[in-house]
């Protein structure tokens, strides 16, 4: 199966001649009619808000689109609080779902009013400390063990850092009822990258349970269940989507048999990351040489500073080059990026056209978890962001790192002033 890029070759080439690869490009109209279907396909449920992870995208215009199409956003850290605060978004409309939190973050999240999603039992009184306990709060549940989702095991909960067990989320309810709490929330995050249709539904039945249970049990209200991220992309050209319509049909059928009957007015709440933008992203690069030992090498100007998930997970991301698109994958390369680090691979053994120097190569699928994992390791610099609006113009949204912004934090030592007032290559 054919996978081709969301934007044609002729304008690649007329973006890279304004700015200089490399560059994380973003399709401003595949966002938004992600963004569009996610909502209808939950538009069951009348209080359904999806709080896209922040940390997938932090981009302020990328966050701005998605505000336009009537989602919130999920934070963790103070920065992606700030940022949220600059987009426009206020109070109910931005998650907090941190872990190990700092106080100061969590003091800021009460000042902004935000949903509050705990991650331990102990931060109970760490929040009390730190800006105060609010009448709505969400518990993030750990259920341990392991996951199932058919006869597949997903993952192993009882290994991950996140969230209370169950006879922690019965004690927190009840000390945050103490303390005044009046609506609960529920979250779980057990899978990433997940393209199994099971995989919403089976954690939406773990958590209607542990909702009716409490509601039952110790009388807890919910006003919230946070059915967070993970929902998956193809990645690979032989992969599908996730049908979202028919998830959410099925997460309907259970509301209707386990939340329904209590009368509790409980909104459904989704934090996806990478299912809304990633696929509406690409790592722009050029093939700057060519080297052939025991293997055949293609080298970008783009590295893994740019675009991390081969190198830390081994991920696929698929590559075409632009205007080779239609012809055969008849050689084998290895595409790799300049850093001191043999892991700095897109592609090992990667079937491609013939490419030539100069020739335009594109990263797919680097839309959510892309840019915002990148780092400075060996010196490199952050790429530039660019949107391609619906109408096909397009608009830088952040500027290439420069050697100054790399050097910015030495500005209060000795160096600073040399190392900034150095005459810089031309490029
Ligand atoms: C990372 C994260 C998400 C988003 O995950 P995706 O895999 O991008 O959907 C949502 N919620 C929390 C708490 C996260 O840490």
Same mark, same amino acid.
């Given at each position: 199966?054919?996978?081709?890029?969301?934007?044609?070759?002729?304008?690649?080439?007329?973006?890279?001649?304004? &700015?200089?690869?490399?560059?994380?490009?973003?399709?401003?109209?595949?966002?938004?009619?992600?963004?569009?279907?996610?909502?209808?396909?939950?538009?069951?449920?009348?209080?359904?808000?999806?709080?896209?992870?922040?940390?997938?995208?932090?981009?302020?215009?990328?966050?701005?689109?998605?505000?336009?199409?009537? &989602?919130?956003?999920? &934070?963790?850290?103070?920065?992606?609080?700030?940022?949220?605060?600059?987009?426009?978004?206020?109070?109910?409309?931005?998650?907090?779902?941190?872990?190990?939190?700092?106080?100061?973050?969590?003091?800021?999240?009460?000042?902004?009013?935000?949903?509050?999603?705990?991650?331990?039992?102990?931060?109970?009184?760490?929040?009390?400390?730190?800006?105060?306990?609010?009448?709505?709060?969400?518990?993030?549940?750990?259920?341990?063990? /392991?996951?199932?989702?058919?006869?597949?095991?997903?993952?192993?909960?009882?290994?991950?850092?996140?969230?209370?067990?169950?006879?922690?989320?019965?004690?927190?309810?009840?000390?945050?009822?103490?303390?005044?709490?009046?609506?609960?929330?529920?979250?779980?995050?057990?899978?990433?990258?997940?393209?199994?249709?099971?995989?919403?539904?089976?954690?939406?039945?773990?958590?209607?349970?542990?909702?009716?249970?409490?509601?039952?049990?110790?009388?807890?209200?919910?006003?919230?269940?946070?059915?967070?991220?993970?929902?998956?992309?193809?990645?690979?050209?032989? /992969?599908?989507?996730?049908?979202?319509?028919?998830?959410?049909?099925?997460?309907?059928?259970?509301?209707?048999?386990?939340?329904?009957?209590?009368?509790?007015?409980?909104?459904?709440?989704?934090?996806?990351?990478?299912?809304?933008?990633?696929?509406?992203?690409?790592?722009?690069?050029?093939?700057?040489?060519?080297?052939?030992?025991?293997?055949?090498?293609?080298?970008?100007?783009?590295?893994?500073?740019?675009?991390?998930?081969?190198?830390?997970?081994?991920?696929?991301?698929?590559?075409?080059?632009?205007?080779?698109?239609?012809?055969?994958?008849?050689?084998?390369?290895?595409?790799?990026?300049?850093?001191?680090?043999?892991?700095?691979?897109?592609?090992?053994?990667?079937?491609?056209?013939?490419?030539?120097?100069?020739?335009?190569?594109?990263?797919?699928?680097?839309?959510?978890?892309?840019?915002?994992?990148?780092?400075?390791?060996?010196?490199?610099?952050?790429?530039?962001?660019?949107?391609?609006?619906?109408?096909?113009?397009?608009?830088?949204?952040?500027?290439?790192?420069?050697?100054?912004?790399?050097?910015?934090?030495?500005?209060?030592?000795?160096?600073?002033?040399?190392?900034?007032?150095?005459?810089?290559?031309?490029?």
């Amino acid at each position: 199966m054919q996978k081709l890029p969301f934007c044609p070759a002729e304008k690649l080439r007329e973006i890279a001649s304004v &700015c200089p690869t490399p560059f994380h490009l973003y399709d401003e109209q595949g966002i938004r009619l992600t963004a569009r279907r996610v909502r209808e396909a939950f538009s069951w449920n009348p209080g359904f808000r999806e709080y896209f992870a922040v940390k997938a995208n932090p981009n302020p215009h990328i966050l701005s689109i998605l505000k336009g199409e009537g &989602c919130g956003v999920d &934070c963790a850290s103070l920065t992606e609080l700030m940022l949220a605060q600059a987009v426009g978004f206020r109070g109910e409309e931005i998650m907090f779902s941190s872990n190990m939190t700092p106080g100061e973050e969590y003091r800021l999240a009460r000042k902004m009013g935000v949903i509050v999603n705990l991650d331990d039992i102990t931060h109970i009184d760490f929040l009390k400390e730190n800006g105060g306990i609010p009448e709505k709060i969400c518990l993030r549940y750990n259920p341990g063990g /392991e996951l199932h989702i058919g006869n597949t095991t997903m993952g192993h909960p009882w290994d991950a850092k996140y969230g209370l067990t169950r006879p922690q989320i019965f004690r927190a309810i009840r000390l945050l009822q103490a303390e005044g709490v009046k609506q609960f929330g529920l979250h779980t995050l057990l899978a990433s990258n997940s393209t199994d249709q099971a995989y919403y539904p089976t954690i939406a039945k773990m958590l209607f349970k542990l909702a009716k249970e409490a509601h039952e049990m110790i009388g807890a209200e919910f006003f919230m269940i946070n059915l967070s991220g993970g929902i998956g992309i193809p990645y690979r050209p032989q /992969e599908t989507s996730a049908d979202i319509f028919e998830i959410s049909r099925e997460v309907q059928k259970l509301f209707a048999e386990m939340i329904a009957p209590s009368g509790m007015n409980v909104n459904i709440a989704s934090e996806l990351g990478r299912y809304m933008t990633g696929p509406h992203g690409c790592l722009v690069a050029t093939a700057i040489h060519e080297k052939h030992i025991y293997k055949e090498y293609i080298g970008l100007d783009a590295c893994a500073a740019n675009l991390m998930r081969p190198a830390i997970y081994g991920a696929y991301h698929h590559i075409t080059v632009a205007g080779k698109e239609n012809l055969p994958n008849d050689h084998i390369y290895d595409v790799v990026g300049s850093l001191c680090e043999n892991n700095d691979k897109f592609a090992v053994d990667r079937p491609l056209p013939k490419i030539e120097i100069g020739d335009l190569v594109v990263i797919h699928d680097t839309g959510a978890h892309g840019y915002s994992m990148g780092y400075n390791y060996n010196g490199k610099l952050r790429s530039a962001e660019i949107l391609l609006h619906p109408d096909g113009t397009f608009d830088r949204i952040r500027r290439a790192e420069a050697p100054k912004d790399y050097f910015a934090t030495l500005d209060e030592t000795e160096f600073y002033e040399k190392l900034v007032n150095q005459t810089e290559v031309d490029k």
